[in-house]
């Protein structure tokens, strides 16, 4: 009993990070416990309530406030004329935005209707609020500003960049692009103002205490408030206190310090007591920012066939008259979509409106309307479907940045999107689709937004008690911040959550930037997790340095935390609690701190969430009223720290996406300049009848790292070419000793010594760079090599674990040249996930070293060796057929005798034993040195089910090198932390298997999930699909009822299909323990797929290396160092065939 | 927000001895839009007089028909067996209003007696001829998309409101009221007014007049009755344009026909030009698009509202259809 309570802890605390807890603050939410800004109860609180202009534009002539004054309860009245002055607030966009540049109650000036022009200050909040209403104001007034095409004469050049580049971009030639184009797309889009409006208005309590300040504040920002009241009041930074315990909802716009926080505080040190400033909706319509009206046109340019020619993105959006604000709507256009001619322009059109502000994904709302919008009018012209238009211009590396992607699983999020919406029963004629009153319609979108972090700090502190506290002055707008970070915490920490307690909202935590921009998780998560290490490591130390402790003496590295308690991981039987060990320590807690900083000037991928939305539409055919009757989005944002939290904030973001599209809309009267409909019964948001089931799918983990790389590679070089650049290619050929990289890592480097992937941890690359431009100008190839090891090390080292000698072809690159061709041959490798061999001549002793490039071999004036020659070989064991033939290889190597056969032969042993090596070959004085790179496609194991016995198999697949799945289709998400090293960890529901996977003829199915249903819909969709192998767990009997199930349920097997499985799994070795049938399970597949009998071999009446390895050639003529390579790899040969 | 005194009724002749001895007071109902008004400083009464402690909540059988208190909820009303029989009209009507929490504060009289929710009036900011008589009406050359089309005056463009009263205008409804004078009935279509010069006037109850109950006759179109609302989004909206009807008819021939329409007047308008052509004609597409153009005819658009001309046509000849169960082509 108390052992398997033990081990569901254990579970528990393991996987704690990505498990879709319930909010950790939920109870104090829905019971009212959660203290929000306004809730805080200070002694002896006066109430403050700001009075609105009514006009839009103009000055004020003068105030009566007698009758205000002399209203019972009040204790201040404040205008321009009293107002204590007010330093500007100047803000650096890296400490968030802050008041912006107007400084309020500082003149008669009026900007807007509904900007503050007095304040009053009484005992209660009723009291404040009538007085208010007796001042009496009048006007000098003006015409206001307060139309956009009114006003659109005036549009003037942002002075500000447009989400960091230049408000007019180009990059290639639009008008040749323009020129070039089948078809043409030329449309206009507008968006309308919009409101954050979250749920919780904008609120101040400020209370002073001599020269120094608290102030409790509804914000996304609390440092950012603090740096602000600073500034405005003159005092010193650590004299302000801010706290904000919990956020009801922000949207972007309480990252800003608004002007209503410095009137609190200039409020509180009038009449010296707290003051309370609450504002009304109506007041959050005109003084809290906005998302601003845009005009957007899109041109595009595009071939028949759909690629697209030029994109052309312009247009107008409005800001105030006091400030600058640009919603950057061209900013997705930039990156998204793969086309060399692009142009972007943005203009500004002053209205007498509150300043603009960042709302929500600023730029790409409403810039991807307008995109998305003009693709789909493209689509429909071409007769394309809209996936498939955008699938052609997917843009396989970042357009704008010249990078390749961290990870990109957009075409994923349209095949998954696709499946899971049922994209195929579209039918693309207008009003095609009916249903009695209603057109359907169908249609979908991209969706992109940028990976954001800020550097950030956190503390967490274990306590002699065996609980944890984590600590942070960042915030929780609702999504989910304290959620996340104590499941981080405890997961590090290997305690439950019922210890850990997080600590946010305080600016006397460490420093967290604005909660904005999708960061916080990423961020603070990171600086958490950091911290908690350091805590770790502290009580590591005092376990380590105690004789008395069962740790005495143990490493970090042997020790694991979990249920409370450190413990071998040897071993874990010897252990003990975290208070047992700060008990004899004598200390009452350990502390940790970390700083996160984020490194963005060596940015070596240009990073994104990528996911495509779909969605189905009804319009009323007589009365136009739109309802959205289905939806599903597809993201791919990394890893899910929780994924209930993270849906949550996918699908609030799309039903935020459907108000924009369907029903908010701010309306400026264009008379007088006043918000028509400032508040939520005439703003209309979605409410629940509006909202559609939505689907939500977050790929995670569907990326293959060691892959990226080389695919970043390729990318990078089909991009150099198309824009008619010129490159170097870096191979490392060669190691002897250690080195960070294995030969045949590589790196592309372009003429302006822009460089993808990496040929070491970072000591050679700066030399190599320097190379490969040489190589560039004199269009050659060469060998460098590198000697790490010695007192050279202080120069090459760096400490980063080099000390060998390396060495690094470097060639310059350029249609059909030896680089090229190898290049080319590992685009098609990747694309369709074979292996191949690429041989490479790295020395040709009996010529120059340096050899001139393709021109002269291609006319066939110098046929001797050349340096980067290549000859790929697949994994048929032939001279890659598609690619150029080996002629010019072979002629290379002309003075050896049947050298062509030989180096076949090699490859095939490179090929089977899927390691680089190099080989030298010679005849009488000549001597040429073949580098042979292996681009091998693991195994790829599936296993689906993610109970423990997964584990074993798990690991030993790994051990021979096979790329491992783990599929979870019980529990709500992949428990991933179990299967750390799995490859990819995958939560997929049984029935929607074929739809997440792409299953090849070399995936290997294992099917363990325990659940006799899920079994069934997986047999369904695993035993039709070319899997070579599908193994089910479980006797015989289990598995005919399943397959009777299966075929009542309608399914049909072939008797090939059913040769393909393996029930019960494994061969027969008598396994009992887990351990044991994952080495039967490991065994039967590797059998089963190299069409062996599995028998014992002293049986076998033939050679135990299968044909291929057999026929290797005895090595004849190598010499020297590199016969060693060549006997380990024959050796693995025979070890991976046996 | 103004001082005021708040006293609770605890008699109906109490109450309205109250509100007739103080020329600034009003009658409290389920407060949903006199305090949001008092709030927004549109309204400023002195004195509130409670009267929900009167009983004036009962829904009963009369001789004619069914009897509803002034201060049933919204709820109560749209929920109960008999209206939801006898009056569906009335039941969908209601629940196609504002929110189940607003509806169960709501009551019949309040809803009667909601202001119009026209921007310009809502803010003080603006100037309003309802609000400050005289002082002008920003509407018009504003933004009007809400606005009427049927029934304005230059001196104001406003709608009523309320759903629950555009039913009861397509059911003969009458209001009893009770006043310092004594009580009287008024008939729906007589209780609130067209703005004209006095657009501060919304009905033509007297200020110290309690609504007490309101009356709703039998009959067979009755039973026989839809709404229709057509708004920006599919619940919590107020109506853009929105339709009443009810229809007797008998082998294909309209016997009676009853047609209001909302958010289209400055009061629920009943249709009698289109009655009229329904009455006695044949139940087809045909009558119902002449029924339609009668309800527009007079029609005048604003700057931003003129598709309400073709909605309530459209909206006219569906809802029509339905009751009737004839299949139409649709306006389109
Ligand atoms: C966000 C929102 C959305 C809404 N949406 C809709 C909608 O879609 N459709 C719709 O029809 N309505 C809608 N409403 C309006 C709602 O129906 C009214 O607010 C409600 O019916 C008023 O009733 P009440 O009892 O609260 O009135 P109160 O606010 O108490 O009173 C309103 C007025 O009536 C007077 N009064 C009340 N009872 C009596 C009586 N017995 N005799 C004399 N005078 C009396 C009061 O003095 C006051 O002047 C909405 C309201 C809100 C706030």
Redesign the interface.
């Known amino acids: 009993m108390s052992v398997s309570q033990q081990s569901k802890t254990t579970n528990q605390t393991k996987s704690v990070v990505g498990r879709p807890l319930d909010r950790v603050d939920g109870r104090l939410k829905v019971t009212g416990g959660a203290r929000f800004a306004a809730e805080w109860p200070l002694e002896n609180m006066a109430h403050a309530v700001l009075l609105s202009s009514t006009i839009a534009n103009g000055r004020i002539k003068s105030f009566d406030t007698s009758a205000a004054e002399k209203a019972p309860g009040v204790l201040h009245v404040m205008t321009h004329e009293n107002a204590p002055r007010l330093k500007p607030v100047f803000t650096n966009p890296a400490e968030g935005d802050a008041a912006g540049r107007r400084v309020p109650l500082q003149s008669p000036v009026v900007y807007y209707a509904g900007q503050y022009i007095a304040m009053v200050v009484a005992e209660t909040l009723e009291q404040a609020k009538h007085a208010a209403e007796l001042i009496r104001v009048t006007y000098d007034e003006q015409p206001p500003a307060a139309d956009l095409d009114k006003e659109r004469g005036k549009a003037y050049v942002p002075k500000q960049k447009v989400a960091g580049k230049p408000a007019d971009s180009l990059r290639g030639d639009v008008d040749a692009g323009l020129r070039a184009a089948d078809a043409r797309v030329d449309e206009t889009y507008r968006t309308p103002t919009e409101h954050h409006n979250p749920m919780e208005p904008h609120a101040t309590i400020a209370a002073w205490d001599g020269d120094k300040i608290t102030v409790y504040d509804a914000t996304q920002y609390t440092y950012g408030v603090r740096h602000s009241v600073a500034m405005s009041f003159g005092i010193p930074e650590e004299n302000v206190h801010v706290v904000c315990k919990f956020t009801g909802g922000a949207f972007g716009c309480k990252g800003t310090v608004w002007a209503h926080v410095p009137l609190a505080a200039a409020a509180a040190r009038q009449v010296r007591r707290p003051v309370k400033l609450v504002t009304m909706r109506q007041q959050m319509f005109a003084n809290m920012g906005h998302r601003a009206e845009t005009e957007q046109h899109v041109t595009l340019g595009a071939k028949r066939d759909g690629h697209l020619t030029a994109i052309i993105h312009e247009g107008i959006s409005h800001t105030s008259v006091y400030d600058e604000y640009v919603e950057p709507f061209s900013k997705p256009t930039h990156m998204l979509y793969a086309c060399d001619n692009f142009k972007a322009s943005q203009r500004l059109v002053a209205l007498n409106v509150g300043t603009p502000t960042f709302m929500r994904a600023p730029g790409e709302t409403s810039g991807m309307f307008a995109l998305e919008s003009a693709l789909d009018e493209l689509a429909y012209k071409l007769n394309l479907d809209p996936i498939q238009l955008r699938l052609i211009n997917h843009a396989d590396t970042d357009p704008d940045e010249k990078l390749p992607w961290s990870t990109k699983l957009l075409k994923e999020s349209y095949r998954v999107g696709a499946e899971t919406f049922g994209w195929s029963r579209r039918k693309p004629q207008p009003a095609s689709m009916r249903e009695g009153h209603y057109l359907v319609g169908m249609g979908m979108a991209t969706a992109v937004y940028p990976v954001n972090h800020f550097p950030s700090s956190a503390r967490v502190t274990i306590r002699q008690d065996g609980s944890a506290v984590a600590e942070s002055s960042t915030h929780d707008l609702g999504t989910g911040t304290y959620t996340i970070l104590t499941q981080i915490a405890c997961e590090t920490l290997g305690l439950p959550i019922e210890r850990v307690e997080v600590i946010i909202g305080d600016t006397n935590l460490p420093k967290a930037m604005v909660s904005g921009g999708s960061s916080t998780a990423m961020s603070v998560g990171t600086s958490v997790q950091g911290a908690a290490r350091a805590a770790l490591a502290k009580l590591v130390d005092a376990a380590h340095a105690d004789q008395r402790s069962p740790l005495y003496g143990a490493s970090a590295d042997q020790i694991v935390a979990r249920d409370g308690r450190l413990a071998l991981k040897s071993d874990t039987t010897k252990s003990e609690t975290f208070t047992d060990i700060l008990t004899r320590a004598g200390m009452k807690e350990v502390e940790g701190s970390y700083d996160t900083q984020f490194n963005d000037r060596e940015k070596k991928f240009s990073s994104h969430a990528f996911g495509a939305h779909f969605a189905e539409v009804r319009v009323d055919r007589d009365f136009g009223e739109v309802r959205i009757t289905r939806f599903a989005g597809v993201f791919d944002i990394g890893r899910a720290l929780n994924m209930k939290t993270a849906e949550s904030q996918m699908r609030g973001g799309i039903i935020m996406g459907l108000g924009m599209a369907l029903m908010e809309e701010t309306v400026l009267d264009a008379n007088l300049g006043i918000i028509v409909n400032r508040d939520l019964a005439e703003y209309h948001v979605p409410v629940h009848a509006d909202v559609p089931m939505i689907d939500i799918v977050l790929l995670e983990n569907f990326d293959e790292p060691l892959m990226n790389e080389l695919q970043a590679v390729v990318n990078a070089y089909a991009e150099v070419r198309a824009r008619g650049g010129r490159a170097a290619l870096a191979t490392v050929v060669s190691v002897v000793g250690s080195a960070y990289r294995r030969p045949g890592a590589r790196m592309l480097v372009t003429e302006d010594g822009q460089t993808v992937g990496a040929i070491s941890g970072g000591c050679l690359e700066r030399d190599a760079v320097e190379h490969a431009r040489q190589v560039i100008t004199s269009d050659t190839a060469c060998v460098v090599e590198y000697d790490t090891r010695g007192d050279e090390d202080i120069v090459w080292g760096l400490g980063l674990g080099c000390n060998g000698v390396v060495r690094v072809l470097l060639e310059s690159l350029h249609e059909g040249s030896g680089g090229a061709r190898a290049l080319q041959f590992v685009a098609d490798c990747l694309r369709v996930r074979k292996s191949g061999v690429i041989a490479t001549v790295i020395d040709a002793g009996r010529a120059i070293n340096q050899e001139r490039g393709a021109a002269d071999q291609e006319s066939g004036a110098d046929r001797s060796t050349k340096i980067g020659a290549r000859l790929p070989f697949d994994e048929r064991d032939d001279e890659h057929a598609s690619s150029a033939p080996g002629g010019l290889f072979v002629d290379a190597l002309s003075p050896f005798d049947e050298s062509g056969a030989r180096i076949r032969e090699d490859a095939r042993v490179a090929l089977t034993s899927g390691r680089a090596m190099t080989r030298v070959y010679e005849a009488g004085a000549g001597r040429t040195e073949i580098f042979f790179d292996v681009i091998c496609r693991p195994r790829p194991l599936v296993v689906f089910g993610a109970e423990h016995d997964a584990a074993p198999l798990i690991r030993l697949a790994q051990t021979l090198g096979w790329h491992v799945t783990v599929v979870d289709t019980r529990a709500r998400r992949a428990t991933r932390e179990r299967f750390a090293s799995a490859d990819s960890v995958v939560l997929c529901r049984a029935e929607d298997v074929t739809a997440r996977f792409t299953v090849t003829r070399d995936t290997v199915a294992v099917v363990m999930t325990h659940s006799y249903l899920d079994d069934v819909e997986l047999l369904r969709a695993l035993l039709p699909s070319p899997a070579c192998y599908v193994g089910i767990l479980g006797p015989k009997q289990r598995t005919e009822k399943l397959l009777a199930q299966a075929r009542a349920e309608g399914s049909w097997f072939t008797d090939a299909e059913l040769a393909r499985l393996h029930s019960p799994v494994g061969i027969d070795i008598g396994a009992e323990t887990p351990e044991e049938i994952a080495l039967s399970v490991v065994a039967e597949i590797k059998a089963a797929c190299d069409g062996r009998g599995a028998g014992f071999l002293r049986d076998r009446n033939a050679p135990i290396h299968d044909e291929r390895a057999a026929t290797t050639a005895p090595p004849e003529f190598e010499i020297g160092a590199h016969a060693a390579a060549r006997e380990r790899a024959t050796s693995v040969a025979c070890g991976s065939s046996s | 927000?103004?001082?005021f005194t708040y006293k609770r009724a605890t008699d109906q002749s109490g109450a309205i001895r109250e509100v007739a001895g103080n020329a600034n007071a009003k009658f409290l109902a389920g407060g949903t839009n006199l305090i949001d008004l008092m709030k927004?400083?549109v309204q400023q009464p002195a004195e509130l007089v409670d009267i929900n402690r009167l009983a004036l909540k009962r829904i009963e059988k009369t001789p004619t028909g069914l009897r509803i208190g002034a201060l049933a909820s919204n709820s109560e009303v749209a929920t109960n067996a008999l209206v939801r029989e006898n009056f569906p009209v009335l039941s969908e009507a209601l629940l196609a209003g504002a929110?189940p929490q607003l509806r169960n504060m709501a009551t019949v009289g309040g809803n009667l007696l909601q202001r119009t929710?026209c921007?310009?009036f809502?803010?003080?900011?603006?100037p309003c001829n309802k609000r400050v008589p005289g002082s002008g009406c920003?509407a018009i050359?504003?933004?009007n998309r809400i606005h009427a089309i049927l029934g304005a005056s230059d001196k104001c463009i406003a709608v009523h409101p309320s759903d629950m009263a555009v039913a009861l205008a397509a059911l003969d409804a009458v209001v009893n009221v009770e006043g310092a004078a004594g009580a009287r009935q008024i008939p729906i279509i007589d209780f609130h007014r067209l703005p004209g010069d006095t657009p501060h006037v919304d009905t033509n109850l007297r200020a110290d007049e309690l609504i007490v109950s309101v009356d709703l006759p039998s009959s067979a179109f009755a039973r026989r009755s839809r709404y229709l609302k057509?708004?920006?989004?599919?619940?919590?909206?107020?109506a853009l344009v929105s339709v009443a009807a009810a229809l007797d008819v008998q082998q294909g021939r309209i016997g009676a026909a009853r047609l209001a329409l909302g958010g289209v007047a400055h009061k629920p308008w009943r249709a009698l030009e289109a009655e009229k052509i329904l009455t006695g004609a044949q139940a087809n597409a045909q009558t119902f698009k002449a029924a339609a153009e009668a309800v527009v005819k007079d029609a005048v658009p604003q700057k931003h509202n003129a598709f309400k001309i073709e909605?309530a046509r459209?909206?006219v000849?569906?809802l029509l259809s339905d009751v009737a169960g004839v299949m139409t082509g649709?306006?389109?």
């Open positions: 927000m103004n001082p927004m400083n929110s929710r921007y310009y809502m803010d003080t900011a603006f920003p050359p504003g933004f057509i708004r920006d989004r599919a619940q919590y909206a107020f909605l459209r909206a000849v569906r649709g306006a389109a």
